[in-house]
């Protein structure tokens, strides 16, 4: 079984940034694509960026293009999500998740964390 666990959210002001981290306990991901995914109140999770179990291919969402940056190191078994220049839309809870590379169904998902960003 794989346990995630996000955390870096909070409260921010716009053009504001926070580091988003998840860390994958259970077993070791070395060989999964990781994601980001987030969900706004009323809305349908949406993905946000993802990231080749070499670290070498990413993919973001044509929103947070420039903005965001996915990266992990998977000696720790960790993911992260740099944010920069926030803005307001970006509110949401931000869940990680992996699946394995072979797959297009991301199979373990984290708990989530909260993202508010304040104009």
């Known amino acids: 079984q794989v346990q995630l666990v996000e955390s870096g959210g909070g409260l921010v002001q716009a053009g504001g940034s926070l580091k988003l981290s998840c860390v994958a306990s259970?077993?070791?991901?070395?060989?999964?694509?990781m994601g980001w995914f987030r969900q706004a109140p009323g809305k349908e999770r949406e993905f946000v960026a993802r990231?080749?179990?070499?670290?070498?291919?990413?993919l973001y969402a044509d929103p947070v293009k420039e903005r965001f940056t996915i990266s992990r190191d998977n000696a720790k078994n960790t993911m992260y999500l740099q944010m920069n220049t926030l803005k307001p839309e970006d509110t949401a809870v931000y869940y990680c998740?992996?699946?394995?590379?072979?797959?297009?169904?991301?199979?373990?998902w984290g708990q989530g964390t909260q993202v508010t960003v304040s104009s």
């Open positions: 998740a992996a699946r394995r590379s072979s797959s297009r169904d991301y199979v373990y």
């Open positions: 259970g077993r070791t991901l070395g060989s999964y694509t």
């Open positions: 990231i080749s179990w070499s670290g070498g291919n990413t």
